[in-house]
């Protein structure tokens, strides 16, 4: 037990471990409570009880790439495609808005119907509607001139999940096309435009090691984004992976904590991917750490489309409820919504 609480003790103070002290605490349970306790009282130290919420509009479902994991790649034939117009998604910001919503998060798969033209014009008019409030791109790979463009026209925020940093464990979850290489050089650009940026990865993904997962946590020191998003990876049966198992609860928890002790001053969402594998796992992502709950606020008849992985909660007759549910969820886990921006602190 003492050994147990001095890694975890070293972790929190140095903020970093060797790659067998990692490989050590991310293949077993043992340290899990001490993990979890240690990052909840920096999250406290740091942020308080307050939880961020981003209000995600999830605009097209069209996707030109092909990633094996996902149930929107442009393969997958069995998918009832859509696109929002400008006012739907103003409208749905409104809406937001109304509903105490700072930060509107603009999600969709890599769309050519989307110019920048297209994408400016859009940030412009929320940005003109409701000042205030941050607004975030996550909409993929795109060129640096691209990114400047949007940053220019409002966008302060841009996620985009580095998926795996390791190139050969990249080229096993997506087709030559990709590469862990370009993306990662995205990350950089999108830091040097000014965005607050967030990166992150999928937890038990194929073919996934312990090493892969080591490499994750030594490419986001590198990067320092302001803000990491992880989840399981689960299995969508219209896709190469229809055979593969889903990553676990406990392993996303670890790392959860993990990255708390790692980047004090993160944003961590504790993701709708964490509450589709467990009834209770944004709950316990909150207290493991996480600080960041993004509900849905897309048209209710488009949001069983946005199909990444299968059973995704909050698509059904309640979905039109997910902002009172979640402070409820918040609450009941110890901790509050807050209305504000959520920036990050550093
Ligand atoms: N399971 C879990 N997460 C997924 N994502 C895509 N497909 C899946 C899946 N099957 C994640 C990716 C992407 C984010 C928007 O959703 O990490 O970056
Ligand atoms: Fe969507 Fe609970 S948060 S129904």
Redesign the pocket.
């Known amino acids: 037990a003492n050994e147990i609480n001095a890694l975890v003790d070293r972790l929190r103070e140095q903020r970093n471990l060797s790659d067998a002290e990692f490989k050590t605490i991310l293949e077993t349970d043992a340290y899990d409570a001490a993990l979890q306790k240690a990052a909840d009282e920096v999250r406290r130290t740091h942020y308080g009880t307050d939880v961020y919420v981003r209000g995600l509009i999830e605009f097209t479902n069209y996707c030109k790439n092909n ?1 094996y ?3 929107i790649r442009r393969d997958n034939r069995n998918v009832t495609r859509y696109r929002l117009t400008k006012e739907e998604i103003l409208s749905c910001c409104a809406e937001g808005y109304d509903l105490g919503f700072r930060t509107f998060v603009l ?1 969709g798969g890599e769309d050519p119907f989307y110019t920048d033209d297209l994408i400016c014009e859009i940030v412009a008019a929320i940005h003109a509607q409701h000042p205030d409030c941050a607004i975030t791109l ?1 909409i993929g790979e795109k060129s640096r001139e691209s990114y400047r463009k949007y940053f220019d026209a409002g966008a302060n925020r841009y996620l985009l ?1 580095h ?1 795996t940093a390791d190139p050969e464990h990249y080229g096993k979850l997506h087709p030559n096309e990709l590469s862990a290489l370009h993306r990662q050089a995205c990350l950089f650009d999108l830091k040097d435009i000014g965005y607050q940026v967030g990166s ?3 937890v038990g993904s194929p073919y996934q090691t312990t090493e892969n997962l080591i490499s994750d946590l030594r490419f986001l020191q590198k990067l320092q984004p302001d803000m990491i ?1 992880i ?6 049966a219209q ?1 190469p992976f229809a055979n593969e198992k889903s990553g676990s609860l406990e392993l996303t928890l670890r790392l959860l904590s993990i990255l708390r002790l790692l980047f004090p001053y993160a944003l961590l969402p504790s993701t709708t ?1 964490l509450g589709t594998i467990h009834p209770q796992g944004r709950e316990l992502g909150l207290k493991a750490g996480g600080n960041v709950v993004m509900p849905n606020l897309s048209p209710v008849r488009v949001r069983k489309l946005y199909e ?2 299968e059973n995704k909660i909050c698509t059904g007759e309640e979905a039109a409820q997910c902002r009172g549910c979640l402070e409820q969820r918040v609450k009941s886990a110890g901790y509050e919504i807050v209305t504000a921006r959520g920036d990050v602190k550093r």
Not at 231 to 236: D, K, L, N, Q, S
């Open positions: 990633c994991y996902c149930g999600q996550s999940r998926e992150g990865f999928m998003g989840g399981p990876y689960i299995t969508h896709t991917a990444l992985y």
